[in-house]
């Protein structure tokens, strides 16, 4: 496909850096799926640059390191209070050594029609995700979803990188 120009070339993946994550709990993807996405990548993109981590019990969520549900137990805003920060893990996987985590207050919306104090709205965006799919469910998006910023990122005059923020979805929907 690449010789016909219908794909770009594939040799541009190679130095690209992969984190497939699936907690040992998680009935939704069949099992050694992830190790076969994992092989896949592994011909268009450097052996070493491809990691799983599938030794977190948790189940179809992000792993998160103190708060949301107990390990193994989703809820709905599917994240899992395993001990472990995920989004640092893939961070620091894809970009290299990280800057210590700010330690402000990192509070969750309380339900799914957002935050419930003005304090948290300051910390909390939603967004309406629903013209990401066509029929507005078929992937499991609930139709609001929430970015968390930190405070000292409201000021930052071109806005924020996509790494910078964290997207939590919520599959029930309000």
């Known amino acids: 496909m690449a010789r016909r120009k219908e794909i770009d070339d594939l040799t541009g993946l190679w130095e690209s850096r992969v984190l497939l994550f699936c907690g040992t709990k998680d009935h939704i993807y069949r099992a050694g799926i992830v190790q076969k996405a994992a092989d896949f990548y592994r011909h268009f993109v450097r052996p070493s640059n491809v990691r799983v981590i599938s030794d977190v019990p948790s189940g179809h969520a992000i792993p998160v390191a103190e ?12 994240m899992e209070r395993c001990g472990i920060d995920a989004a640092q893990l893939a961070l620091s996987h894809i970009y290299g050594p990280l800057r210590p985590p700010s330690t402000g207050p990192h509070t969750v919306p309380t339900d799914t029609h957002g935050p419930s104090s003005p304090s948290r709205s300051q910390q909390w965006i939603a967004f309406n ?16 979803g929430w970015l968390y910023v930190p405070k000292q990122c409201h ?18 929907g309000p």
């Open 67 to 78: 708060y949301g549900t107990p390990c193994g137990h989703p809820g709905p805003y599917f």
């Open 129 to 144: 995700q629903s013209r990401f799919v066509s029929d507005g469910r078929t992937a499991c998006l609930a139709p609001r």
């Open 155 to 172: 000021a930052a005059p071109r806005g924020l990188s996509d790494a910078s923020a964290m997207h939590l979805v919520n599959s029930t």
